[in-house]
T-cell receptor, first 114, second 116 residues
Framework: GEDVEQSLFLSVREGDSSVINCTYT??????LYWYKQEPGAGLQLLTYIFSNMDMKQDQRLTVLLNKKDKHLSLRIADTQTGDSAIYFC??????????????FGTGTQLKVEL | KAGVTQTPRYLIKTRGQQVTLSCSPISGHRSVSWYQQTPGQGLQFLFE???????NKGNFPGRFSGRQFSNSRSEMNVSTLELGDSALYLCASSLRDTAHSGNTIYFGEGSWLTVV
């Protein structure tokens, strides 16, 4: 079955880089996603990576994928206080009825300190 | 381009009542999925609709149901509410219907349901 694991907390200083890690189990996942959730809000799509890629960069965000180890990471360069939020990693699973669902990790609470 | 719109944003219901939540996907998106988020269970898949058909359902009791209309708008209903149904209900919208077609999935702000 599908399972996604993340560490629960990460604290960094403003201006440093943050690295949030995630491991997943479904080797058939074609897309892996990173979402950000601020207090009281929904999920904001940050970025995603296709399973045949090993890296994707989008402004301050870099996603690294190690498909062999089923390990995904999100690096945020020059972390700002506005980056403080919960970050969710999610893998896609194709369902028997067609379509897909997302299986989410527990989320990593990122705290950015001055 | 408007995002995924969910209504109502907040609601309080009493045990035993029923509730209907609404989701309008991004214009042109045909797939709508629903997720439940609770502190204890995290984010869990409820169901997925495409072209007015429910194609998949997560591991939730029959009290949870939904539908999709011809304009892709979706509603979910929870009957005979229990305290444990208190959660953030999130709707997700995507253009295509499979994981193999560059399917970016966008979420709304959610509906906060409190059952007392």
């Amino acid at each position: 079955g599908e399972d996604v694991e993340q560490s629960l907390f990460l604290s960094v200083r403003e201006g440093d880089s943050s690295v949030i890690n995630c491991t997943y189990t479904d080797s058939s996942s074609t897309y892996l996603y990173w979402y950000k959730q601020e207090p009281g809000a929904g999920l904001q799509l940050l970025t995603y990576i296709f399973s045949n890629m090993d890296m994707k960069q989008d402004q301050r965000l870099t996603v690294l994928l190690n498909k062999k180890d089923k390990h995904l990471s999100l690096r945020i360069a020059d972390t700002q206080t506005g980056d403080s939020a919960i970050y969710f990693c999610a893998e896609t699973s194709t369902l028997t009825g067609g379509g897909n669902k997302l299986t989410f990790g527990t989320g990593t609470q990122l705290k950015v300190e001055l | 381009k408007a995002g995924v719109t969910q209504t109502p944003r907040y609601l309080i219901k009493t045990r035993g009542q029923q509730v209907t939540l609404s989701c309008s996907p991004i214009s042109g998106h045909r797939s709508v999925s629903w997720y439940q988020q609770t502190p204890g269970q995290g984010l869990q898949f409820l169901f997925e609709y495409f072209s007015e058909t429910q194609r998949n359902k997560g591991n939730f009791p029959g009290r949870f149901s939904g539908r999709q209309f011809s304009n892709s708008r979706s509603e979910m209903n929870v009957s005979t509410l229990e305290l444990g149904d208190s959660a953030l209900y999130l709707c997700a919208s995507s253009l295509r219907d499979t994981a193999h077609s560059g399917n970016t999935i966008y979420f709304g702000e959610g509906s906060w349901l409190t059952v007392v």
